[in-house]
Each structure stands twice: as structure tokens, then as C-alpha cells.
């Protein structure tokens, strides 16, 4: 494969943590960024960014839960490149957090946190598969699904909390199989991807990686994928974890 990582990139959830640190790394050497958030108004580093790398990142608008605006998007990135070279599907909610156990998980919260971490990324894959099917055609492309450890059934043991994320993850886990099954046989790669505990305002003070780690391995992965790699659930670090 060639490096998708250099051609035209669609991030999302960029306007903070790995989101962002995915846009700052990226922009020097790639064709073009596509870094998509909420509020773009409100999000002052990433349009820093978009300031300092004007010929390469682009911010947009994107609800990922709004199929109007994932309608939108995708005639965007058609009309203006016609191509997709790597798609970070990054956007995610903690759904309850902590808080979230057996004893107290709601239905809102349950549906709202499946919405935007798996049903959300899916559907964007799929309004975006012509354009990743056309940079495919000339060289590569690639899905990356950015999911959690904690999506792992295998490694689920006793109680818990996070339920919400957790089982959201898992769903994301299962779609990213059926995208890379999909798609597999036009060449592009879709795997799933565990960050690592990373310090973000999802993962805390207290957690081991640095997002600008974590970035830089995710993407050291991505440049390393070969069509044998579609469908697995890796690690920022090229490991790979049971479903």
C-alpha cells in the first residue's frame, strides 16, 4: 500500500484530544485534512491550526449523528477531491462514565452513546465508501475506527462500569468487521483501533499515554497496513486484541 496518511485525510472529532493532535500531526505532509467538528466557531485551537497549514487543513461542520450533514459532507469531499485516501473515524462520547453500571444505566443514555460511537462512524463510512473505493483504484485506502479495549467481550470479566461505552465499542468492533468484509475486495483496509489509555478528557490526568504518543503510533500503524490487516483489532502500538 502507499501511504494514505499523505493523500486526503477526513478526521473527525477534531476539535480536541486525539481528534486534534491527529489534525496537528498530519497537516505537514498530507494532501489535504479534512477536520470536521460540532462547533467549528467554538474551536479555537483547531482553527489555529487550519491558520498555520491554510494549503493543507480544512475545517467542516459535522453532527455525526445528523445525516444531513453527513449527506453534506460527502458532496464536499466529492466535488472538491473526488477521492479519499483515510478516513479516522475519531468522534466519541464517554455515554455515563463511571457512573454507568447496571444498577443505574438509562435507555437516553445507552441509545445516545450507541448513536454517535457506532451507528454514527458506520453511516459515515458508508456515505464516504465511493471516494475511499476511488483512491483504492490508484493505490490504497484506508478506515480507521478508533474503538476501546474495553469493547473486547473476551477481556470483560465480573462488573463494571462505563456499560454504555463499553457496549457501544463492542458495536463498533462488530461494524468494523462487516465495513472491512465490505470493502475488503475494492481495496480498502478498514481496521479497528484501541488508542491506549491516553490523557484526554475521556481518559483522564491519570492515564499512561500522551496524545501526541499515541497519534504518532495509530499513524505508524496506518502506514504499515497491508490488505491482510482489513478487518483487525489493533492496538496503537501494532499489537492486536481478542474481540
Known sequence: MTDPTEG???VTGSNRGLGLEMVRQLAPSARAV?????????????????NAHPETVQVEKLEVTNTDQIDRLRSVVEEQYGALDLLLNNA??????????????EMETLVQTFRVNAAAPHLLTRALA?????SAADGSSAVVNITSQLGSIA?????GTWQSYKASKAALNMLSRLEAHELRSDGVVVVA?????????????????????????ILDVVRSLTPQDAGRFLTHDGGELPW
Request: net charge neutral; glycine share 14%.
Open 8 to 10: 486526503i485525510v477526513l
Open 130 to 134: 465511493p471516494m475511499l473505493r476511488s
Open 155 to 159: 477481556n470483560t470479566k465480573g462488573r
Open 92 to 105: 466519541g462520547i464517554n455515554g455515563g462514565g463511571t457512573a454507568d453500571t447496571f444498577d443505574t444505566v
Open 193 to 217: 483501533m484501541h488508542p491506549g489509555w491516553v490523557q484526554t478528557d475521556m481518559g483522564g490526568s491519570n492515564a499512561h499515554l500522551t496524545p501526541e504518543a499515541s497519534v504518532a503510533g
Open 34 to 50: 479534512i477536520a470536521t467538528c460540532r462547533r467549528p466557531a467554538e474551536a479555537r485551537e483547531l482553527n489555529a491550526l487550519a
